[in-house]
């Protein structure tokens, strides 16, 4: 199988060899426009030199890929992010702010400059600053080694599905973490998109095999995927090539990348629905006028009739990527030396506001990088303790297998991803409803028999509601990586752990060393490059000054009230007391204050005596 | 929503206080009743009994079924007059409840005052006498003749319908209340009124029964500074779920169902419309596992102003006017005293004195009633005043006129 299938590859494509590594050097300013994406409402954009949507990158495995981006914002600092890639040696280039860099300040730019050596697939790009990339940030980003790719098709397609809200993040941010919002309902989006429009028409020819590369670059929903009366046969995950899986249905969280072959019919006389389908159960409320479907249209005959919205019986079935194996047939990592275990949870603190927290703690941005604390701490950099005590830091031995264990002690799904690194998938529970009668569930060695043998691997996957999975992966890329839920909401909200691989490789390796002008971008937003969590050069483990989340909200009654209890008890008692005194005491003159307070016309009666 | 589906503590206090008053007016008639004939004439005494029970129940029984569907119209169409607004309709109810137990309390603690009360009340409209001469010969000489009949049945149908008001009014305030939470507190509460009342008319100790009384209108009070403090509980709530969406109803008990920048306290618990239980602190204490500002501020200003105004009235009725101003009474702050313009029918005081005195000789003379101080020939007016009663057919016409002056003599 594995042979023919490479015969094929050699003859479609022969001309591109491996040695012709290119330069791609792309020059982008961010700014602000008006651009109608569903055809409903336009609203403010984020555009990328002017104009919206952002580009497609398309580059060869091996290739360097130098992108200067610059701020064009005037009150919005940014960054980028390129998701799934693994930059080897090149940390400081993977984009998220206080993390592997400083936040670009509005005039600045950053470059971002790195080669693609081990990736090829479908990955995306996006701002990892919050809120952007729901304001459009965003854009696929194909890695393509055509020599290697073990499946045959005739044409390539990228859909890129997303969800669109009509408001921008800087107005439904300060909205979402707030007093008012306190159980942290996440805002509902308007409509499901797809490549940056709604109702897409996708012509296609009779008897051809399309390679689609499905990517959900949506900041909030998972979707479910279908098209009428077609298979789809998934050939890669996330960047990972798989053994082909037929399926009628896709579920992609957001950040999940599918590839599938779709072979077209040979009549043309009928065209298809395409459909997504919000992912519902994710929605604190349903709005009457939200349509939960989205029809697209696969269209074999422009002169036919468009087709009309699809319907299905059941969303159960589609395909669980859990069962999908990777095409190299990658066998499970040996034991974990290193298990984290994680339990989710979403709750308030004393401000009010809905946070998210991994073991009791949100994530909150430490003063300085945590990758540039690695750099700058010497031979304290193994000390987990150095990074904060506000920022879930891990410290992970090098070519340590790792188990993260993750207990979703919420109601809802979450998509996580791993920065850096594909993982294995080795367990994800069922879903469980603790409204009806069952206990979330958190993980327990006893419920495994064993793992399997050629476990999925990917970058982003979802956890179901109060369940939990493990995954595995091996340290074995020196870099300080964010694991996190990649609902943007819930970054914001700081669903994240940080992962720092192999210290002492990082400070070692020199292409890892921060280049002047990541120096330069931290100096221009006044940013620390240099000292732990607190920004402390003399001292690392002294953390005075850090940043810290907020306080929690005590469980019973705080002195205020102890008091305002007395207060009440004491009212209530003497009150009781003068109730008692009054219903006791002796009423002198009762017929006197009756005939008083009755009223009667006692005048009358008395002249007319 | 709530758990209490079968006993509304607000509606029991409030049948077992109307309950009392509806008894009183009873227990006043018939030992007016026994002491009027007595032993005289036992035919008639026992006649007349039936006609005092016959009123009472039947007006109860009008009562009970306009009541019944009032609560049962109410929660049939709750949800669509309140919809979303509900906490702020809650809390507005509340209020008006607390203002009106609050208004019915106090008397409780002066049955004696109550019970005279009633007896001047019948007392006049015993002697009340028509405008017109011949109103006698129609309405009046039914009126008359069922007399016993017509004066409980009324009575207790206007204070019942009060009851019905203030069942309501008190029922649909606690929370998550539901029409099966009303049977069996009217139930209980018209059983404890009755035997109240019976302990009243048959003479149990009077301090044991002022104690009880003082039991029962502190919890009563308990009560209603709780839906003091929930009314405002309930004001907090209804603006933080109409800032947050109404979502944070769906929330619990926990962090986030309440605003955490007006509570004084909050405890993880102990919600009285989701946990077992504290729904009954709820109603007797108003506990709330969200201790707003408000809330806690209305409920211990509630017992300052009512010590406050008990204070007053004890201090007045021991000198019979407030302190600091001689010439100032409780009534004088009322405004409603200067609109219905009251001080211009008050009494001189030799007007009042001779008043007084007369009412005194109706009041302390109620053994041998009005008839036997006051009028010419005692016995027989006495007979004429309840031939009426009897109905005697033969001297119906006479009679009457007869009675009608003697009464007139009698009285004015």
């Known amino acids: 199988m594995t042979l023919t299938a490479m015969t094929k590859l050699l003859l479609v494509a022969s001309f591109f060899s491996f040695t012709s590594a290119q330069t791609h050097t792309f020059n982008w300013t961010t700014g602000w426009g008006t651009y109608n994406v569903d055809g409903v409402k336009g609203r403010e954009v984020i555009t990328c030199n002017g104009e919206y949507p952002w580009p497609d990158v398309r580059v060869s495995k091996g290739d360097r890929v130098e992108i200067y981006l610059n701020n064009g914002f005037t009150d919005a600092n940014t960054t980028l992010h390129v998701h799934g890639l693994f930059l080897k040696g090149q940390n400081q280039f993977d984009g998220p702010p206080f993390l592997t860099q400083c936040p670009i300040a509005p005039g600045d730019t950053m470059l971002y400059n790195f080669t693609v050596e081990d990736n090829i697939g479908t990955y995306w790009y996006h701002s990892h600053t919050a809120g952007q990339y729901q304001d459009g940030f965003k854009g696929k980003f194909i890695i393509e080694d055509t020599e290697n790719f073990p499946y045959e098709y005739d044409e390539e397609v990228t859909l890129e599905i997303g969800e669109w809200y009509h408001k921008t993040s800087g107005e439904l941010m300060p909205a979402f973490m707030n007093l008012f919002n306190p159980t942290g309902a996440e805002p509902i989006p308007q409509n499901l998109i797809i490549n940056n429009t709604m109702n897409l028409t996708w012509n296609v020819e009779p008897d051809t095999t399309y390679l689609v590369r499905l990517v959900n670059t949506g900041g909030f929903v998972s979707q479910y995927f279908w098209i009428e009366d077609h298979n789809m046969t998934v050939v890669e995950v996330d960047g990972v090539f798989t053994e082909r899986n037929t399926t009628d249905m896709l579920y992609l969280t957001i950040a999940q990348r599918y590839s599938f072959l779709l072979t077209t019919k040979s009549d043309t006389s009928k065209n298809f629905a395409i459909m997504q389908k919000f992912d519902d159960t994710m929605l604190d409320i349903i709005p009457s006028d939200l349509q939960l479907n989205a029809t697209s249209y ?3 005959n422009s002169d036919a009739d468009k087709p009309s919205e699809n319907f299905v019986d059941s969303i159960d079935d589609y395909l669980d990527d859990f069962y999908l194996v990777p095409y190299n047939k990658t066998e499970l990592y040996d034991e974990a030396d290193y298990r984290i275990t994680l339990d989710l949870q979403m709750d308030n603190l004393i401000d009010g506001i809905n946070y998210a927290f991994f073991n009791n703690i949100t994530y909150t941005t430490p003063k300085v990088p945590t990758l540039m604390t690695v750099l700058s701490a010497g031979e304290e950099a193994t000390n987990a303790a150095i990074y904060g005590t506000n920022t879930n830091s891990f410290v992970l031995e090098k070519d340590q297998i790792v188990d993260i264990v993750l207990n979703n002690l919420d109601t809802g799904k979450h998509p996580f991803h791993l920065h850096g690194h594909t993982f294995q998938t080795i367990w994800r529970d069922r879903p469980y409803d603790a409204d009806a009668g069952e206990d979330p569930h958190p993980f327990d060695d006893d419920d495994v028999d064993s793992f399997p043998q050629y476990p999925m691997m990917r ?12 995954i595995r992966f091996k340290a074995d890329n020196p870099g300080v990586w964010f694991f996190h839920c990649h609902i943007e909401w819930h970054t914001i909200q700081g669903l994240a752990i940080v992962l720092i691989e192999d ?39 002294d953390l005075t000054g850090q940043n810290i989340q907020q306080k929690s909200i005590p469980s019973g009654f705080t002195a205020k009230g102890v008091v305002a209890m007395t207060f009440s008890c004491l009212a209530g008692i003497l009150g009781l007391l003068t109730i008692a005194v009054y219903g006791l005491m002796e009423m002198p003159d009762v017929e006197q204050k009756v005939i008083k307070e009755l009223d009667i016309p006692l005048t009358e009666l008395i002249s007319n005596k | 929503m709530g758990k209490n589906k079968v006993f509304n503590v607000a509606v029991f206090f409030v049948v077992f206080r109307e309950c009392l008053e509806a008894v009183i007016i009873v227990s006043v008639l018939l030992s007016f009743l026994k002491q009027a004939i007595g032993s005289k004439d036992k035919k008639l005494y026992k006649k007349l009994v039936f006609q005092v029970w016959t009123g009472v129940v039947t007006g109860f029984i009008i009562c009970l079924a306009i009541g019944g569907g009032f609560i049962g119209a109410y929660y049939r169409y709750q949800n669509d007059i309140f919809g979303n607004a509900e906490d702020l309709w809650e809390g507005i ?14 008397p409780m603690l002066r049955m004696n005052k109550m019970q005279s009360k009633w007896r001047v009340k019948i007392a006049k409209s015993l002697v009340e006498k028509p405008e017109r001469k011949r109103d006698y010969f129609r309405l009046g000489f039914l009126a008359r003749r069922y007399a016993m009949f017509i004066l409980p049945f009324i009575t207790v149908l206007r204070e019942g319908l009060e009851a019905v008001v203030f069942v309501a009014g008190a029922g649909i305030t606690t929370q998550g209340s539901v029409a099966t939470a009303y049977p069996l507190p009217v139930f209980v509460g018209l059983i404890a009124g009755g035997i109240v009342g019976f302990l009243l008319y048959y003479g149990a100790s ?26 405002a509980w309930y004001f907090e709530n209804y603006r933080f779920n109409k800032a947050t969406g109404g979502d944070a109803s769906e929330s619990g008990d926990g962090n986030g169902s309440y605003n955490i920048k007006k509570a004084v306290y909050h405890i993880n618990c102990c919600n009285p419309e989701l946990d077992n239980g504290w729904d009954i602190f709820n109603a007797l204490l108003g506990w709330q596992n969200t201790g707003y500002l408000s809330s806690i501020l209305c409920y211990n200003f509630y017992w300052l102003a009512l010590i406050i105004a008990l204070s007053l009235m004890i201090y007045e009725e021991r000198n019979n006017h407030l302190p600091f101003f001689k010439n100032l009474q409780m009534k004088h702050l009322n405004p409603g005293y200067w609109l219905k313009n009251k001080k211009a029918n008050e009494m001189t005081r030799e007007q009042e004195l001779e ?3 007369r009412v005194d000789d109706l009041e302390f003379d ?8 006051q009028v010419v020939s005692g016995s027989n007016k006495e007979d004429s005043f309840y031939d009426d009663g009897m109905g005697k057919s033969s001297h119906a016409e006479s009679k009457d006129q007869s009675d009608i002056k003697v009464n007139t003599d009698t009285l004015d």
């Not at chain 1, 210290?503 to 971008?521: G, K, M």
């Not at chain 2, 109620?366 to 101080?373: A, H, P, R, S, T």
């Open chain 1, 298 to 300: 696969l269209t074999y």
């Open chain 1, 459 to 470: 970058d982003t996957i979802y956890v179901n509601p109060q369940s939990n999975f493990v």
């Open chain 1, 503 to 541: 210290p002492e490789s990082i400070q070692a390796e020199s292409s890892q060393a921060l280049t002047q002008n990541s120096i330069d971008v931290c100096n221009n937003v006044g940013v620390l490059y240099q000292g732990n969590a607190a920004g402390n050069i003399a001292d690392y483990t």
């Open chain 2, 93 to 106: 109810f509340c209020m008006v409840a607390t203002i009106m137990i609050t208004m019915m309390g106090i």
């Open chain 2, 206 to 231: 009077r301090s044991s029964l002022q104690v009880f009384l003082v039991i029962s209108t502190g919890i009563l009070y308990l009560i209603s500074a709780g839906l003091f403090s929930r009314g």
């Open chain 2, 355 to 357: 008043l007084l005195n």
């Open chain 2, 366 to 373: 109620d053994d041998g009633i009005i008839v036997e101080k």
